[in-house]
């Protein structure tokens, strides 16, 4: 059972557009939520993350919008550009281990 | 600084092959983990080490052991190998227990057919 659902599994978005990404999760037990971007042939890395007692948190172009009542949280890349075109993971930590939940990966093309 | 680096890159076993793989941080890290990749199940955790002399399983643990050597280096070993194992292998490592940022290696690709 996916404990962190992410959806969708890949996104196609022209230049200067948005791109969303949501992740969905059911174990009020997760209090830390990263980001990582891949490229590939690279190992993931940490793009931006969160903690639930904020709704919101920008780094540049990039957001995270986290609604802890629904228990979501969105990445929106604003003005995407093709050096951002890479797979995207949501994950989330159990509160006081070090277990990181990875969702399944978005996998974002952005043309010219 | 190398960060996190993994041996070997890439690597091909016969089933029932038996296999290290290695992985070193250079950060003084305390934690450090081992996560495998496969297509449309994102990454998942196979063990992890909160600090040197000791492990604990993660989500995906069976056919696999570990060794926290040292501060520096955490290995994972396949004693008997199965085509199930076939995937890619990431080494990680943060500075301290939850909330910090796990950095990871570049990977190691394993087939084993």
């Known amino acids: 059972q996916q404990q962190v659902k992410q959806s969708p599994q890949s996104l196609i978005v022209q230049k200067g557009g948005i791109s969303i990404i949501n992740c969905a999760y059911e174990n009020t037990a997760f209090d830390y939520f990263p980001w990582y971007q891949q490229f590939p042939g690279k190992g993931p890395a940490l793009l931006i993350a969160i903690r639930p007692d904020v709704s919101e948190k920008k780094e540049g172009r990039f957001t995270i919008s986290f609604n802890k009542s629904a228990k979501q949280f969105s990445l929106h890349i604003m003005d995407s550009q093709p050096g951002d075109s890479a797979t995207y993971f949501c994950a989330a930590l159990f509160d006081n281990t070090d277990k990181l939940i990875f969702g399944t990966g978005t996998r974002l093309q952005v043309f010219p | 600084n190398a960060g996190v680096t993994q041996t070997p890159k890439f690597q091909v076993l016969k089933t029932g092959q038996s296999m290290t793989l290695q992985c070193a941080q250079d950060m003084n890290h305390n934690s450090m983990y081992w996560y495998r990749q496969d297509p449309g199940m994102g990454l998942r955790l196979i063990y992890y080490?909160?600090?040197?002399?000791?492990?604990d399983k993660g989500e995906v643990p069976n056919g696999y052991n570990v060794s926290r050597l040292n501060k520096r280096e955490f290995s994972l070993r396949l004693e008997s190998a199965a085509p199930s194992q076939t995937s890619v292998y990431f080494c990680?490592?943060?500075?301290?227990?939850?909330?910090?940022?796990?950095?990871f290696g570049p990977g190691t690709r394993l087939t084993v057919l």
């Open positions: 080490s909160a600090s040197e002399g000791t492990t």
């Open positions: 990680a490592s943060s500075g301290a227990r939850n909330h910090n940022e796990q950095f």
